[in-house]
Every structure is written in C-alpha cells, then in structure tokens.
C-alpha cells in the first residue's frame, strides 16, 4: 500500500489557499505551520524590512524534523520572493505555489487548478503518490469533517463586549491577543485573520465532489476565501461587513505584521467601510504581546463600553 | 547643432546656454523654452542638478518636464487617455497602436516628491490616506489621483497585478478604492520549466514555460479588448504589428544610446541624462512620435561626440553599474561628483528595452516581453541578467540603489550583491536614497567615494 510509513512525511505550508486535502491525498501529511517566535537566525536573519511572519515561518520550516517539503504561496511580494533566500540552504525541498491575485476570470481559476496540479507533482517527488479519484473524494469528505468539529468550539469566554480579529497570518505567540482582549473586558466572536473562519474553504457540493474533485477544491478554496490580496479586494469587504452585522462585532482589532503594505493601505479604508464600528490598528514586530498592545487594546474596549 | 565642449552646468548657467542654443539656429519644438520657467511649475529640484549642456538635452529635459501640459491637452482635444500602472513597457506599446489614444505611466508620478522639492501636497494627501512614509515613494501617485494636479483622471486605467511589488499592488488598490476603476491583468511569478515542460526563450534570454506565456497572452487579451472598448475601434494584428514595429525603433534607439555612451572611450552623456532617456522608452512620455525625435536628438549628439573624442568626465573614471531608479535625481549627478561613470544600468526594466519579436503572432510576442520582466521572476534571475549586463559593458563596480519602503528591496540587493561578488569578484555598495537626499547626501557621498576608490586602488 501507498499509506507505508515514512520518516519525513510532513508537507508544510501556511496559507489557507493550500488545500490540505490535496496533500493528505497524496499520503503526505498537510501541516499549517503557526510558527513561534523566529530563534532560528537561518536561512533568513533579522533584516529590516522582512516581515516577521515570513522570516518566523521559512526559518522554522527550515528547522523542523520530519519534513518532507515546504510550500510557500505567492500571497504577497516577500513570500513569493522566499526562494531567493532559501537558495543558499536547499536541505529541504520547497515548492512556490502561484496563487492568482486575480479572481474573477476563469483564467484566473485554471491558474489555480493547473497550480494544484503543479503541487501534486511536487508532492510526488517529496514520496507522496498521485490519489485516483476515489482517494481524493475520501480526502474532501474526511477534511470537511474535520473542519466542522474544530469550528463547533467556541473562541473564548462567553461574555464581554464582541469584538472580531482582522489581518493576515499570526504568529503562534500572537495569538496571546485573544486571551488578552479577554482579560481587557473583551471577547472574540469573529475571526478573521488568516487562520480564522474568514479563511475557510467552502463546503464541498457532494455531486460536484464525486465527478470533479479538484474542480471542487479549485471552487471551495480559489473561489470563495476572501483576501486582501485579492484585485479587486472587494470579496474581503463583502465579507466582513456581513459577518461584523451578524455578529453583533462593536469593535475589530486589526493584527497586521509589521511591513506588510497589503493590509497597512486598507486601514483607512476598513475604517471607513466599517462606518461606526471603531477598529483598532495594531501592527505586530514578531516579539510577542507586549505591554503597548495592553495598554492599546485597554483604552480601545474602554471606549467600546 | 553646436558643437561647444561637453559640460555639466547648473541651471543659472543654462540660461546663457538657452541663449546660445537659440543663436546657433537649434529648433526648438513647440514645448521648448528655457529650463529655468518650470520653476514656476514648481519643478524646484531643477536648481540643483547638473545638466548636459547639449541642446539635445535641453529638449530631452522640456520634453520630460512638459508631460502634465501633453495630457491636459489631450484630454482637452478628446483623446482617450490610458493609465498604464505597473507596466513597463508593454500596455502602452498596445494603446498607442490605436488612434487617438494616449496612454502614460501614473507611477511616474513617484518623481514628483523630489521634483518638487516636497511642496506639492500628493505625499500629504497619501499621508491623509493612511499610506504613509513606510510606502515606497510611488505613494505619491495616491496623491495625485486625490488632487487632480498632475495629470487628468484617465479614461481607462490598467494595472499588472500578482508578481508585482506589494506597495504598488497596496496603492493602486487604494486608487481604485477612490472610485477609479482599474482593469487588473495578472502577471504570474516567472518560474523555470519543470522537467519535460515545454519551454520558450524569453527576450533578454531567462526561459519560462509556454503555459505561463499562455496565461499572460490571455490576460493581455482581456487588456486588448478593454482599450478597443474604450476607443470604439478593432485593435486589430496590424495595428499591433505596427505599435511594435514603432517600439522597437524606439528601444532600437535607446539601445546604441546606451551602448555608446556605456562604452564610449570618453563618456559622451552623463547619468542623469541617461536616466531620463530610459524612462521615456517605457511608456512614451505621452507622446509616441516625439519620444523617438527626442531619442534620435540625444542619440545624434552622441555620435558626434563620440566620433569627436569628446565627452564628460576622466576618460580613467571607475565604470560603475547601476541598479534600481533612484528617487532624488540629485544621485546620480552625485556618482560623478565623486568621480564615477555610468556604465550600466538595470532599473527594473531590462525587459522593457529588448526589441519585441517580430516573427510572432504580435500577442504572443507581447506576452514573452511581459512575462520577461526582470521583477517578476526570482532576483536570482535578475542577478545573472545583472551579471551579463555588467560584462557586456565592462563596469568595474556596482551600485544597488535600494528604494525606501519598497517590498522586494528587503531581500534582492543582499541576492544581487552576492551573485556580482561571486560571479564577477567586483565591489558593490548598496545605498538607500529617499525622494529628498539632501540630509543624507554626505553619507551617500562617502559610500559612493569609498566604491570609486576601492576601484581606482585596484587599478594597475
């Protein structure tokens, strides 16, 4: 059988657009890498200007046991330039999957579904082997099932005031904000940073699985998660003000990483679509939740009371 | 033509020049005029470069700095005006094939800032925006979309978007948030083949696969049929054929401009003049015709100077390559100052001066041009165009002017630099120059002088 053990096993990614059923179909194990703080100095050391995502991620990556390869994603200008500074430590295969900025042509979704395609590829030459269809469907039905367990559990306390989290991938440490916003009289009912519920895939339509199951996960992933990202990013938009109505959200705190330009130029723009739900800017160096977030996030859900 | 000394002079001392130009008989386009009147413009950067003293340069300079006028005047004429965004070089080779259309580079508008010195409000109204310094100084084309003062709104905007930089993908996202409706066209990140995978040499020599090629000819498709929309006329083959036929007299132009004055034993045209030439080629300068008599000019002097013996500068001056547009202009008469010569440039558009095919369906041959833009492969790529580019010319050194706040700078000088120390064991210094580099300026002086003496002392 294909499913045999094997020391390095693990494909490791960040993005939301990379579908981990696709992965897990080809007898590899998807792992959505949330890294920790960047300790590792190499492939890339502290740099000005490197977002502390990227650097945090590609390092660990690079670093981690039982990998089998990493996939970096073209979401933004820096992670699609992440080979170049990997060229130097090619221990571990990575792969850089072009994701459309583009959505609304369907040039733009054959990109994906050829890009898809392109990735299983490279899963095979990490030991992976190509899934019949049958395999792929189990993928989807399992991956769904999973995905409705995790999103049964609730984000945190059940009182205080609802406020939602907006902006791209965190750090593991990052995520402190959620307990703190808690402890500062808040309570998150909506996520949607990029490992939050803005960045799920659709459900899967079973017939549409069972006679094209890539067609499926091209609509379910490509088609369907809103990112800044995006051109036009109106998706985004669309999305947050209908989950922000009916949610109840009196305030969203925007988690941006230091020096990413796609979520900086929106904020007077979120801002402004947001008309009279208050959003707090905080932009994230890599080193944790510090005192000035407190004291941000404090005065912030005081003005929301 | 006259034929005086080649000199750098100031703009005081171009008004005794203007003089001399006249007495000499040069004529002068209908936008000629002296330097020193687009002061009133605004244009305070003008009184502290140093010019090319040639008329050539006198008409390149009034022809550059008349752009605003040129569109206000077509859109007043009923011209249909495109905003080609993100684009070098290939949109406007496509508009411009069809009449009545004119087409520009709303990026250009970065200059603005250090042309005029910071008294123009666009980077306060991108600051009002939210786009703030930590942009790339494009910003400043936020600016002037919200302030109407440097070029009309255009009929039709276009914009490459994916394999783009993240502060103008940031930006002009922005701009259509304004209420200005962008046709975005997807330019994928330039992989190599996989193994197997049917491949195409690319103008300027990297390889991409044919199915990439596909995908930017489609996405052009989709930008064809948007400007055939807007004009109301079919943007047939021929049409095309001919707007390629036209760009590559023009890059044929700006090409033996280059080589002659990278070359030339004496150099015959300073860097900044250079600069300026290059720019024009990309998208025209809004104004097609008059972009290729201006090149011509400049490319007549040359000749003649180099056939003269004649030119700028110690014939033994460190030969220096250049990558990336610098933001103040000042930098690159400050090269000079130091005892530098320009020989060698890559300003983010290599691609962009390479003839286009002509022995291809013209959208084809269009989507290989696109699709060989040195940004929107890997910097290891660019790095070996770099590399070829410093042999072809000789340079003996090379400068890596990073752009503030811009995304790919974080990591492709620290890739280029490499790969020229590697490859080609030369000096390199990287430089940040910002719109304004007066306060930095004795810091940038030491960094360029240190480069021109580690060249001269390694000189036999």
């Known amino acids: ?305 | 033509m006259i034929a005086d000394k080649p000199r750098q002079i100031g703009l005081a001392a171009w008004d005794a020049r203007y003089r001399a130009v006249q007495r000499a008989g040069h004529t002068q386009p209908a936008y000629g005029g002296p330097l020193r009147r687009h002061l009133a413009d605004g244009d305070l950067r003008l009184r502290s470069l140093r010019y090319d003293n040639s008329a050539a340069a006198l008409d390149l300079w009034n022809f550059l700095l008349t752009e605003e006028a040129r569109l206000h005047a077509a859109r007043a004429s009923g011209k249909i005006i495109v905003g080609a965004m993100k684009d070098l070089g290939t949109v406007p080779v496509m508009a411009y094939a069809l009449p009545n259309v004119v087409a520009f580079y709303p990026d250009g508008a970065w200059w603005i800032p250090c042309v005029m010195e910071l008294c123009d409000d666009a980077l306060s109204a991108a600051d009002a925006l939210g786009v703030d310094e930590s942009f790339c100084p494009v910003r400043a084309m936020l600016g002037a979309f919200v302030n109407g003062d440097h070029f009309p709104i255009p009929d039709l905007l276009t914009c490459s978007v994916g394999a783009t930089c993240d502060d103008f993908s940031a930006i002009a996202q922005r701009v259509e948030g304004l209420g200005h409706p962008i046709v975005w066209w997807e330019i994928p990140h330039r992989r190599p083949p996989e193994a197997g995978e049917a491949a195409v040499t690319l103008p300027g020599g990297c390889v991409a696969p044919v199915s990439q090629v596909a995908v930017v000819r489609l996405e052009l498709e989709r930008v064809r049929q948007a400007l055939a929309k807007g004009v109301g006329l079919k943007l047939t083959e021929q049409k095309l054929r001919a707007g390629i036929a036209f760009a590559n007299r023009v890059r044929r132009c700006l090409a033996e401009l280059r080589r002659l004055s990278f070359t030339a034993p004496v150099c015959p045209l300073p860097a900044l003049e250079l600069l300026i030439a290059e720019m024009l080629a990309i998208h025209y300068c809004s104004d097609r015709d008059e972009t290729l008599r201006v090149l011509t000019g400049l490319l007549r002097e040359v000749r003649r100077r180099v056939r003269a013996g004649v030119g700028h500068f110690d014939p033994a001056a460190p030969r220096i390559f250049w990558v990336n547009p610098v933001a103040d202009l000042r930098a690159m008469n400050l090269l000079e100052q130091v005892g530098g010569r320009l020989c060698g440039t890559e300003y983010l558009f290599l691609h962009a001066l390479d003839e286009i095919p002509t022995d291809l369906p013209p959208m084809e041959a269009l989507a290989r041009m696109a699709l060989a833009d040195p940004m929107v492969g890997s910097a290891q790529e660019r790095a070996e165009r770099i590399c070829r580019e410093v042999v072809r010319f000789g340079a003996q050194a090379v400068v890596i002017s990073r752009i503030p706040g811009a995304s790919h700078c974080a990591s492709e000088g620290s890739v280029i630099a490499g790969q020229v120390r590697q490859k080609l064991g030369l000096p390199v210094v990287e430089i940040e120059v910002p719109p304004m580099m007066d306060a930095l300026r004795e810091t940038l002086r030491t960094r360029l002088a240190a480069l021109v003496e580690t060249v001269k002392e390694s000189q036999p």
């Not at chain 1, 792969?95 to 733009?108: E, K």
């Not at chain 1, 609730?154 to 005031?161: M, N, Q, R, T, Y």
């Not at chain 1, 705190?253 to 707090?280: I, S, T, Y």
């Open chain 1, 1 to 305: 059988m294909r499913r045999e053990h094997r020391a390095n096993r693990d494909i490791v990614y960040s993005s939301p657009c990379v579908p981990p059923e696709w992965i897990a179909a080809h007898g590899l194990r998807p792992c959505r890498l949330i890294p920790g703080r960047a300790t590792a100095e190499s492939p890339i050391p502290a740099t000005s200007g490197i977002c502390p995502f990227l650097r945090a991620f590609v390092n660990e990556a690079c670093h981690r046991r039982n990998t089998a390869g990493v996939v970096l994603v073209t979401v933004c200008d820096q992670m699609r330039r992440a080979p170049d500074l990997l060229a130097a430590t090619r221990q571990t295969p990575f792969h850089l999957f072009n994701l459309p900025s583009t959505w609304q042509t369907p040039a733009a979704r054959r990109i994906y579904r050829t890009e898809l395609e392109r990735l299983g590829a490279f899963l095979v030459a990490c030991g992976g082997t190509t899934p019949s269809r049958a395999e792929l469907v189990h993928a989807l039905t399992t991956a769904e099932r999973q995905r409705d367990a995790i999103h049964a559990a609730p984000l945190g306390p059940s009182d205080g005031i609802p406020v939602a989290l907006l902006g791209g991938p965190l750090l593991a440490h990052d995520r402190e904000m959620v307990r703190l916003i808690a402890a500062c009289g808040g309570r998150v009912v909506l996520d949607g940073t990029e490992q939050g519920v803005r960045a799920q895939p659709a459900r899967f339509r079973p017939a549409r699985t069972q006679r094209d199951p890539l067609g499926e996960l091209t609509r379910a992933y490509f088609e369907t998660i809103p990112d800044v990202f995006q051109r036009p990013n109106t998706r985004l938009y669309e999305w947050l003000l209908q989950h922000v109505a009916v949610t109840g959200v009196r305030g969203v705190v925007l988690l941006r990483q230091l020096w990413c330009d796609k979520w900086h130029a929106e904020v007077q723009r979120l801002r402004e679509a947001l008309a009279g739900v208050p959003l707090l800017d905080l932009d994230l160096d890599g080193n944790g939740v510090t005192p000035r977030y407190r004291t941000r996030l404090q005065a912030f859900l005081e003005g929301l009371q």
